[in-house]
């Protein structure tokens, strides 16, 4: 994994993410980039996209929802969101690297 798309902080771990909305499917579809390619299936109309954003990436990682914050991009395509709680070795398992 391309080491420019984490950030390992004391809360957890800082994840770039490029979500693509209205995809077919939801999940995590490996790297793009320096950002992890996350499809999501919700336009991004009303908050929808950001909150199945947020429910993938808390199924993918094991984690409450609570724990899946965003740290700044809510209204882009490109996000930075903190994993409360993740190490990168964590992180890096799940996305496949």
Sequence with gaps: MDA??????????????RAQPRSSYSGIDGLLGDAV??????????GKANKELIETLADAFDLPKSAVVFKSGETSKTKRILLRGLTTAKVKLVVGC
């Design 37 to 46: 390619k996350v499809r999501i299936r919700c336009a991004p109309v009303d």
């Design 4 to 17: 420019s798309c984490l950030t390992e902080t004391p809360e957890g771990v800082i994840l770039n993410v």
